[in-house]
């Protein structure tokens, strides 16, 4: 059974940093793409970055040079770098994979105040 664990949000101010991993049970990470996505209230969840199998990376036009994405294959986990973060990234941040399913973690708020 594939499980993903979000972890490491929190409140911030502008301008700060935060450390969103993504623990994985069920699935070996260095065999999938894994993505981090978010959603804002009252706003659909979007595509924030993913990383894949071979360690090539994609960001949003609006993270890029802010957010890094990374994984510890050994350890079965997705990490999501912060820095400079601004209130618009306030959301709830899932990671996702797939493999012959659709896989989401449950999510861990990120709230950045001005």
């Known amino acids: 059974q594939v499980r993903l664990v979000e972890s490491g949000g929190g409140s911030v101010q502008a301008g700060g940093s935060l450390r969103l991993s993504c623990a994985g049970s069920?699935?070996?990470?260095?065999?999938?793409?894994m993505d981090w996505y978010r959603q804002a209230p009252g706003k659909q969840r979007d595509l924030v970055a993913y990383i894949m199998p071979d360690g090539r990376t994609w960001y949003t036009a609006s993270v890029k040079g802010r957010f890094t994405i990374s994984r510890d294959n050994a350890a079965n986990t997705l990490y999501l770098q912060m820095n400079s973060t601004k209130p618009e990234d306030t959301a709830v941040y899932y990671c996702?994979?797939?493999?012959?399913?659709?896989?989401w973690g449950q999510g861990t708020q990120g709230t950045v105040s001005a």
């Open positions: 996702r994979t797939y493999d012959n399913s659709d896989y």
């Open positions: 069920g699935i070996i990470f260095s065999w999938n793409a």
